[in-house]
């Protein structure tokens, strides 16, 4: 205020602040990603014909997988980002924490023969809640019991994150160890796991996910225990 340099510039100051930055932080603990196993038996014990409520986490579990989606990017997602194409689906994500390529900031997935297609299990969503095609509203929201069945609220307010976690923890605590290891971010790493194991290309894999850097990219991602042998069964020994 009175034309001095701050005291908190001087440089002691500074490294004093970054020490007791590094005394006082705490390990990351990155979440167990969730395997293609995990997934299919949550999908068996859950699915059921035409009910309202447990297609809505099943559908929003195989997005987040499949389109390595942050649990914000899902849960913001409405019925006019969604383009059905033949063979796959397009959804667009508003708001990404990163854009840095020239196509916008759209996931595409593509259609699957099997039960657990992300884009056939969507399609049976969308009919089953009655959302459509030309509605704004965010697809996944709370709902009502009317009766023997369930609708969702008219009230276009997306799923809470808290309430997201609880379905999650609800629907996958049978088929794992320890559920504390899990979190609603084991879906988004678990695809990207499943994806790097078998080897994809970089370039396809950080377009897909929107990754800034190869650092980022590799925060989520879980190398498999055949991948890891690989460095020393290579080492001419």
């Not at 490294?15 to 293609?36: D, F, H, Y």
């Amino acid at each position: 205020m009175i034309g001095q340099t701050s005291p908190t510039e001087n440089l002691v100051v500074k490294n004093v602040l970054e020490g007791a930055k590094r005394r006082l932080a705490t390990r990351i603990e990155k979440k167990e990603p969730v395997t293609p196993e995990i997934l299919s038996k949550m999908y068996s014990s859950s699915f059921k014909e035409y009910n309202v409520m447990s297609q809505r986490f099943i559908c929003a579990c195989l997005l987040a997988y499949s389109g390595f989606l942050r649990v914000s990017e899902l849960l913001n997602i409405r019925r006019c980002d969604i383009i059905f194409e033949l063979g796959y689906i397009s959804i667009f994500i508003p708001k990404s924490k990163t854009h840095i390529y020239r196509d916008g900031n759209s996931v595409v997935i593509a259609c699957m023969d099997s039960d657990m297609c992300p884009v056939k299990n969507l399609k049976l969503y969308l009919l089953w809640a009655d959302i459509s095609p030309e509605s704004e509203e965010f697809i996944f929201r709370n709902l009502t019991k009317f009766k023997d069945r369930y609708v969702l609220r008219k009230e276009n307010k997306p799923l809470s994150y808290t309430r997201m976690k609880e379905l999650f923890i609800e629907a996958f605590q049978p088929f794992v160890s320890d559920i504390k290891k899990y979190g609603l971010h084991s879906l988004r790493s678990g695809g990207a796991t499943t994806c790097a194991n078998l080897g994809i290309s970089d370039r396809l894999f950080k377009r897909h996910d929107r990754w800034r850097s190869e650092t980022a990219k590799d925060g989520y991602i879980k190398d498999s225990l055949k991948d890891r042998l690989i460095v020393s069964e290579n080492l001419g020994l």
